[in-house]
């Protein structure tokens, strides 16, 4: 079984950093891209960042490009998100997520963890 | 970035009734659009992948269908479980966009 879990999340200063992380299990690491998703308070659904299943290649939305930083760990099979220089608007719920399709960086997500929230406030 | 513009934004239907959410592409993206269904407090849940193929466990009355740069998730009747908000995703190229969201409601 798949599962995701998300924790580090907290209440930050505007400016501030944090880091997020992703213990996954139940499924070959290495062969899926994963991707971060944030829902604001009261908000649709926004992507935020993904990596292949190497690490190797990344992607990020516009509103965290240069700001925000994703990685992962196949020896602890963990996913993080480095989030530098937060914002207000950076509060939400954030999700990680894993792509269905194996050894492809694209594609719909078949699984999702409970989320982790970011405040972000002073 | 590639724009999925959803419609409608909130939608009050009755059990058993059909109801019908699009989002239209700004450009054109083959068939890489999903739809997923959240219920408050809880993650979002895949329903649709690839316009059309339903994930597997999800009941048959969802089902997807693409004209062009419009794609559309129809429930067929509707029942009380499917109260939910629903977004469509087009996963074609990064960054990757969600619809606005539809509210489903009574």
């Known amino acids: 079984e798949v599962q995701l879990l998300e924790s580090g999340g907290g209440l930050v200063q505007p400016g501030g950093s944090l880091r997020l992380s992703c213990a996954a299990s139940g499924f070959t690491f290495t062969n899926y891209a994963m991707s971060w998703v944030r829902q604001a308070p009261g908000k649709g659904l926004e992507w935020v960042s993904a990596?292949?299943?190497?690490?190797?290649?990344?992607y990020y939305a516009d509103s965290v490009k240069g700001r925000f930083s994703i990685s992962r760990d196949s020896s602890k099979t963990t996913l993080y998100l480095h989030m530098t220089r937060l914002r207000a608007e950076d509060t939400a719920l954030y999700y990680c997520?894993?792509?269905?399709?194996?050894?492809?960086?694209?594609?719909?997500?078949?699984?999702w963890g409970q989320g982790t929230l970011v405040t972000v406030s002073s | 970035a590639i724009q999925m513009a959803q419609s409608p934004s909130s939608l009050s239907a009755s059990i058993g009734d059909r109801v019908t959410i699009t989002c239209r592409a700004s450009?054109?993206?083959?068939?890489?659009v999903d739809w997923y269904q959240q219920k408050p407090g809880k993650a979002p849940r895949l329903l649709i992948y690839?316009?059309?193929s339903l994930e597997s466990g999800v009941p048959s009355r969802f089902s997807g269908t693409t004209s062009g740069t419009d794609f559309t998730l129809t429930i067929s009747s509707l029942q009380p479980e499917d109260f939910a908000t629903y977004y469509c995703?087009?996963?074609?190229?990064?960054?990757?966009?969600f619809g606005q969201g539809t509210k489903l409601e009574i």
């Open positions: 690839d316009a059309s």
């Open positions: 450009q054109g993206l083959t068939n890489d």
């Open positions: 995703l087009q996963d074609y190229n990064y960054p990757y966009t």
């Open positions: 990596a292949s299943g190497s690490g190797v290649s990344t």
């Open positions: 997520a894993k792509s269905a399709d194996e050894y492809s960086n694209y594609g719909h997500f078949d699984n």
